[in-house]
């Protein structure tokens, strides 16, 4: 079973221009999380999305950056007019549903990243 | 979500036990305590999780206090590969949603 895969691993971009972040969930994972780590920082969250709904963008900049989660294909993080200080590596987890002795517990599972460089 | 508090950094021979403590005195009765670690250039890794029992699995054990205010990640038998950061988090056991609350955590280097 493949783990979470995230392209591309390294991406650069010159102020002004978008990135797409592209993350593609475990087989059978119906949840996706992005994350963001700034240097020499924690991760913050970003946004969670089910299938075709964003159900938390709590974290998410208020402008400029998106998520989406389609029927088919890969969850999408773009950022729009890229900014020096979006430079990042930006993290994908997917986690199932499931029951484990009674409770509902979630665990997710990371993928490798994609480090952005705003030049 | 409740706060932890980690000592922000760890020194551990090969071979011997890596105790990781964490303070969680605010954690409430429906709150999980889960411990995930980031090796250097990686995604962060789930490492194991309890309610309130000591729980064990093949990569480290976990000793939840019976106040549940503190609990220690334990790694047995420690080696160079286990050099990351350590986060404990604590979590709504079903929350409606699942995101996770990372701190700084601890660096634990584990040194020959």
């Known amino acids: 079973n493949a783990g979470v895969m995230q392209n591309p691993r390294h991406l650069v971009r010159r102020r002004g221009q978008e990135a797409r972040l592209r993350c593609s969930p475990m087989k059978g994972h119906s949840h996706v999380y992005w994350y963001r780590q700034l240097p020499e920082e924690g991760l913050k969250f970003m946004v969670y999305?089910?299938?075709?709904?964003?159900?938390?963008e709590s974290g998410m900049p208020k402008e400029r950056f998106s998520a989406e989660f389609p029927k088919e294909g890969p969850s999408i993080l773009r950022i729009q007019q890229v900014v020096r200080g979006d430079s990042a590596a930006y993290f994908c987890?997917?986690?199932?549903?499931?029951?484990?002795?009674?409770?509902?517990?979630?665990?997710?599972?990371f993928g490798p990243g994609t480090r952005l460089t705003v030049l | 979500d409740a706060k932890t508090t980690q000592p922000p950094s760890m020194d551990c021979a090969e071979g011997r036990a890596a105790n990781l403590p964490c303070n969680h005195s605010?954690?409430?009765?429906?709150?999980?305590v889960y411990w995930y670690r980031q090796i250097h250039s990686q995604g962060p890794q789930y490492i194991i999780h309890g309610l309130k029992n000591n729980e064990t699995n093949e990569m480290a054990s976990l000793i939840i206090t019976e106040d549940r205010k503190s609990s220690t990640l334990i790694l047995p038998h420690a080696t160079l590969r286990d050099t990351a950061v350590y986060y404990c988090?604590?979590?709504?056991?079903?929350?409606?949603?699942?995101?996770?609350?990372f701190g700084k955590g601890t660096m634990l280097l584990v040194s020959p």
């Open positions: 999305l089910q299938k075709e709904n964003i159900i938390d």
């Open positions: 988090i604590v979590r709504e056991k079903d929350s409606g949603y699942s995101t996770l609350t």
């Open positions: 987890a997917s986690s199932p549903l499931r029951i484990a002795g009674g409770p509902i517990v979630r665990e997710q599972f």
């Open positions: 605010t954690i409430s009765g429906n709150e999980y």
